[in-house]
């Protein structure tokens, strides 16, 4: 097996989440072993938000797997 890691990362918490159900659902079809998965958020200030607040989030996940060497 050969381990590896993916980082994911939006804007928006719902979209990260569909993307990491995309990518999980590929590696099963494939035949790979999920290891870990770590969540971050991160919130920073931007001029051009369109929050009240002036922020702007990011949201990621590390997703860290192993499939079969070719």
């Known amino acids: ?8 990362a939006h804007y928006q918490e ?3 989440e569909n993307e990491i159900n995309e990518f999980l659902g590929g ?3 494939n035949g790979g072993e999920i290891i870990d998965i770590k969540y971050s ?3 920073c200030l ?3 938000s369109k929050s009240n607040d002036g922020t702007l989030e990011l949201y990621s996940a590390l997703v860290i797997y192993q499939i079969q060497k070719k």
């Open 1 to 8: 097996m050969k381990t590896k890691v993916r980082l994911l």
């Open 14 to 16: 719902g979209l990260l």
């Open 27 to 29: 590696l099963e079809l």
């Open 41 to 43: 958020s991160a919130v």
């Open 46 to 48: 931007d001029k051009n």
